[in-house]
């Protein structure tokens, strides 16, 4: 077709034809050209734009792995704090049954300082003594803090 439409052109052997004909060539190879360096433009923007979101996928990347870290040290911190907790705990038992023991032992101490009477010693009693070493011991076992 363009064959023969330059055989139509060049068989008139006119310039005008041709001259035409060049410019509308020139004109597609501008318009091309331009297309072209605007198609480039395009995808140089684009480039960009991967290289920015897979420079903010990357730290993402690195937050996510940091928070991860994170994770695992609070879940060894929370697990420290539990076991600390559950010693202070059983701590407390411990120390509440040794109070509740102590009180319980200072009560009956008091019910037998309280129900004791005294009374005169009889002629016999006065013969026989308790040494000092056991007399010593009985007041430092009766002396016992609470």
């Not at 996510?64 to 420290?80: C, D, K, T």
Request: proline content about 1%; hydrophobic content about 50%; aromatic content about 2%.
């Amino acid at each position: 077709m363009l064959g023969s439409a330059l055989q139509f052109f060049i068989g008139q052997r006119s310039w005008i034809p041709l001259a035409v004909m060049t410019t509308m060539l020139l004109a597609a190879c501008a318009w091309m050209c331009v297309q072209g360096l605007r198609l480039d433009a395009v995808r140089a923007d684009a480039a960009l734009q991967i290289q920015a979101e897979q420079a903010a996928h990357n730290a993402t990347r690195g937050q996510l792995v940091a928070a991860g870290h994170e994770i695992v040290r609070l879940r060894s911190l929370l697990e420290l704090a539990r076991n600390a907790t559950a010693t202070v705990q059983d701590s407390l038992r411990d120390a509440l049954a040794r109070e509740s023991e102590a009180v319980s032992a200072a009560a009956a101490r008091k019910l037998i300082l309280d129900q004791m009477r005294t009374r005169v010693r009889t002629e016999a009693e006065r013969m026989e003594v308790v040494d000092d070493a056991t007399r010593d011991a009985v007041a430092a076992r009766l002396n016992l803090p609470l």
